[in-house]
């Protein structure tokens, strides 16, 4: 759109510039409401009704919110698809059933624990011998893909058991005792 200026703008041809010029601006925005207002509609079926312009924009703007909100789903889902695919093959990779890995750094003691459909009762005997031994277990959790379950431990080694000689390497030795025992059984 090209503007004009007038050198006199009391002028009849100056004024029908203007009013030209804003009638057409005042077009395109109503194209442009009118482009929105479809899009929307498309997938907005259920309101049959015509709406106000700030109704309109509100619809449109709750829409693109919604929108939003879908996408950061899917992409938490394709996440969550993802990391059960790397943990299928690393399950693929790992030795006989069930299978223990301790690590332990000053206090802090991980438990990562893999276990089949039949040896499920595993993971409370765990937890069970964790608080006879006095440690204070932080976070536990479990994830099942196929038949092979992963539990993941991570607890504290109070102080007192460190210095009255038990500690994490005692801890680490009875699980796996624990679990070796298991895997003899199965």
Known sequence: MEQQYCNNPSSSSCKADRKTIE????????????????????????????????????????????????????????ESLTAGENLSKIAEELPLLPHIEIHNVDLALQVVLLTGLDNQFMFNDIIRMLHEEGVQVINASYTVIGDTIFHSIHAKVEECATSSGYGAARISERLKQLVGAAAGAS
């Open 23 to 78: 009638k057409n601006r005042r077009n395109q925005m109503k194209d442009l409401y009118m482009k929105l207002n479809s899009l929307v509609h498309q997938h907005n079926q259920h309101s049959k009704e015509i709406l106000s312009l700030p109704d309109q924009l509100e619809e449109a703007a709750n829409y693109i919110k919604k929108l939003q909100i879908d996408l950061e789903r899917k992409r938490q889902r394709k």
